[in-house]
């Protein structure tokens, strides 16, 4: 009897254990905004260190033009260009505005002094420059604040008037120079001199005429009784005068110039003239 075919053996395959996989969980929509931010952050971060690393470099965005605005009467630009120089070789962001500031205004024409920067690379200073109206004894000047500074002006000499006292007080003895031309105006008589000496006493001197010794006390008085005796009878001789000395109680003295006049006195001086002076 023949054989029947075998059978092919049938394996049972075991199916292979599937791995615990986790899911990443979904984000929620405030975690993503957090991470959005976060990233921007270090982003903009990133780019500021950069560009603080960059600006830091004095030849980034280097000053190119430094304008200059002011009043240069009496002031050369040239002498602030070389004191600002050595503080502009740099960009806005490294600049050191005070040092320059007080720089320039270290300079004794200079009263004021204040930067504006104009980005990329402009500079603006604004210069408020000395504006003198008398000299202030022999090495000094005084400007319209009654401001004392150091200066000279040769070729105002004989121009402004000359104006002094040892208490340093400028904008007394400015305000009283402009009191006295104010009482002498209209007599076209022009005060070149007002000093103060350290008792407090006042003289004049004008232009083409006497010295005026005002003295201590009741100043404006005394300026009044010799405006009077100018208008009787001083007015046509005040050149032929030394000193007029106003410091009488009813009356003032006339010094001569040598050779000239006869020592007399105007306002009925003559009945004082034993009395002993005021201060």
Known sequence: ????????????????????????????????????????????GGAVLWFRAWISDPTSLAIQK????????????????????????????????????????????VRGASLRKIWPNQLVVEVETQFPIAFWGDDKLLNQF???????????????PIIYSPQTNGRVMGERYVQLTKMLSGLSLEIIELSEDERGSWRMKLRHGPEIIIGRKEQEKRVQRFKVGYLQGLKDRLGEIDQIDLRYTNGFAVEWKPGVGNGAAVSS???FAQQSLGS
């Not at 969980?25 to 991470?35: C, G, I, K, N, V």
Request: glycine share 4%.
């Open 269 to 271: 001086l003559d009945r």
């Open 66 to 109: 430094v304008e200059w605005q002011g009043d240069f009467q009496y002031l050369r630009q040239a002498e602030l260009e070389a004191l600002a120089e050595p503080y502009t070789q740099t960009n806005l962001y490294l600049l050191d505005t005070q040092g320059l500031e007080l720089a320039l205004e270290a300079h004794p024409w």
């Open 1 to 44: 009897m023949a054989k029947q075919p075998s059978q092919p053996v049938k394996r049972r395959v075991q199916a292979r254990p599937v791995k615990d996989v986790q899911l990443v969980p979904e984000l929620s929509p405030s975690m993503a905004r957090w991470l959005t931010v976060l990233a921007v952050l270090m982003v903009v």
């Open 146 to 160: 009654g401001e004392i500074y150091v200066g000279t002006l040769p070729e105002k000499q004989g121009v402004f």
